[in-house]
């Protein structure tokens, strides 16, 4: 089978197509073909081997995709010819991902999918983890309540998608998101989000008009860097933020009057923060709020798996847009 393996950690070019055995079935494991995986900056963490918790080399990149169980080794619960999202903890991180064409998978991390939704809009849907790590941070972190305002910036990203519709569909009052440039603003608010253009104004002066000066009840950071300390300032008193990642920068400069006198708290987000049943759970929810129709995830562009190299320059250096997929090719 076709995979793209990690032989040495350093730049793109380490991510190399491979012809390697195919798995075969085992007994209590489920055997997936992979149609199409997502592509997330923490592949290219991993790539960089700046994530010290990552497995030792060779390994496969992937921390998701989509697919189609063709062994279910047993397991009565997950019939062969169903379709799948492989949503656990680990994949192209401890263990082998989803930058291949066949994946021996653990039950419990696989979602069947409900029927409506094409694997395109499950796949936008689920890369990045967005939507995923917006529900949890939300109601297991910052106690969010329907009638509260939330921010989160990058409208283009994942976490920043995803929070404003999730935050729309649990009766968010106001869900705010930002963008770079006019463009990508303009194309948001054409898509009903409220933006602040940060082209055109500060991220305080957009969340106090909007706010009418109050701040936001939750801000879910998923950007980092000098977004923080303007994030904590944004805040309403007894606000909450959440920090998610770091795209941004890694370095915050912080007023710590922003945390005193709004009385404000300050969480840290991590998949490994809940059991595998409570991800696996929910994911399943978020999935019947897709199928309603409640979110609406965008691919910015689907590259072929020999392509996993540009794919990720595509998605650091050029910050499309929507998440950035590959077409996993077929035997």
């Not at 983890?129 to 910036?153: C, I, M, R, W």
């Not at 606000?239 to 990642?245: A, E, F």
Request: proline share 6%.
């Amino acid at each position: 089978m076709k995979a793209i393996q990690i032989s040495e950690f350093g730049g793109y070019d380490k991510l190399e197509l491979i012809e390697a055995p195919a798995p075969g079935p085992a007994p209590g494991k489920v055997l997936v073909r992979v149609r199409l995986a997502g592509v997330n900056p923490l592949d290219d963490t991993v790539r960089a081997g700046v994530l010290p918790s990552a497995r030792q080399l060779p390994l496969v990149p992937g921390t998701g995709g989509v697919g189609e169980i063709v062994d279910n080794g047993g397991v009565e619960a997950l019939k062969p010819g169903t379709h799948v999202v492989v949503a656990g903890r680990g994949y192209g991180m401890f263990r082998d991902g989803t930058w291949q064409e066949y994946l021996l998978a653990e039950p419990r991390d696989l979602v069947p999918l409900p029927g409506g939704p094409s694997l395109e809009d499950v796949v936008a849907f689920t890369t990045g983890g967005g939507y995923l790590t917006a529900y949890l941070s939300l109601l297991e972190l910052a106690s969010f309540k329907p009638g509260q305002t939330v921010l989160a910036p990058g409208i283009g990203g994942a976490v920043g998608l995803g929070t404003v519709e999730v935050a729309n569909r649990l009766g968010a009052s106001l869900a705010i998101s930002t963008a770079s440039r006019t463009d990508k603003a303009e194309r948001a608010r054409a898509e009903g989000h409220e933006v602040i253009d940060l082209s055109q104004e500060s991220l305080r002066d957009g969340v106090a008009r909007l706010t009418g000066g109050r701040g936001v009840d939750v801000v879910v950071d998923g950007v980092g860097g000098p977004f923080t300390g303007d994030a904590l300032a944004s805040l309403a008193v007894g606000g909450t933020l959440v920090s998610v990642g770091y795209s941004g920068g890694k370095q915050a400069s912080v007023n710590v009057t922003d945390v005193i006198w709004r009385s404000a708290r300050i969480r840290g987000f991590m998949f490994t923060l809940f059991a595998p049943e409570t991800l696996v759970e929910t994911n399943t929810k978020l999935f019947q709020y897709l199928a309603e129709g409640a979110f609406h995830p965008t691919i910015a562009r689907t590259f072929p798996l020999k392509d996993a190299a540009e794919a990720t320059r595509y998605l650091i250096e050029d910050r499309p847009y929507g998440r950035v997929v590959l077409d996993v090719p077929g035997a």
